[in-house]
T-cell receptor, first 115, second 111 residues
């Protein structure tokens, strides 16, 4: 994977607890994205960032918040996890928003289970 | 509503057989079109893309895809499948920098 590290790789948590997933990149790319992957839905965009402290909502942002205090780190927080947030979460990066599909590079994913 | 549809959730083919994975989209204009592959435990990797021009595009690992405007389709093909092709395949569209993914097709390869 193009210099993208997601942590943790796996997490099991209980309903109502806060959870933070981390995406770290070494490519110095401007754009970072959080997707969730669910059976029957493919990947859906949660939030994205177009620079330090610049973020915006995606298609399925309810229940999630993000922060980007440094170029290399993009954090996804579930303030109070619910079972519907059990999913595989992927971070992606891009150095250009144009022709996005060609320039997205994905991390290996975080499997989150909310019991 | 704008959407990307992969009608087949799961396909099984024998090694050496040909493969076609279907993808249909519903957008007003022709978006940019992509196929990605995801191996177990990995992120998505770009197989090929269509922006304009020749409607038959070649990708990595011997895959190709054909864009058919009249059918709003972008089907992925491979003449002879290898066991290592077993993975999940996603069709995606980039509609003005809004990426949308299909639900995926899981490919199983029989020996």
């Amino acid at each position: 994977d193009a210099g993208i590290t997601q942590s943790p790789r796996h997490k099991v948590t209980e309903t109502g607890t806060p959870v933070t997933l981390r995406c770290h990149q070494t490519e110095n790319h401007r754009y970072m994205y959080w997707y969730r992957q669910d059976p029957g839905h493919g990947l859906r965009l949660i939030h994205y960032s177009y620079g330090v402290k610049d973020t915006d909502k995606g298609e399925v942002s309810d229940g999630y918040s993000v922060s980007r205090s440094k170029t290399e780190d993009f954090l996804l927080t579930l303030e109070s996890a619910t079972s519907s947030q059990t999913s595989v979460y992927f971070c992606a990066i891009s150095d250009d928003k144009g022709n996005l599909g060609e320039k997205l590079f994905f991390g290996s994913g975080t499997q989150l289970s909310v019991l | 509503a704008q959407s990307v549809t992969q009608p087949d959730i799961h396909i099984t083919v024998s090694e050496g057989a040909s493969l076609e994975l279907r993808c249909n989209y519903s957008y007003g204009a022709t978006p940019y079109l992509f196929w990605y592959v995801q191996s177990p435990g990995q992120g998505l990797q770009l197989l090929l893309k269509y922006f304009s021009g020749d409607t038959l595009v070649q990708g990595i690992k011997g895959f190709e895809a054909e864009f058919k405007r009249s059918q709003s389709s972008f089907n992925l093909r491979k003449p002879s499948v290898h066991w290592s092709d077993a993975a999940e395949y996603f069709c995606a569209v980039d509609n003005n920098n809004d990426m949308r993914f299909g639900a995926g097709t899981r490919l199983t390869v029989k020996p």
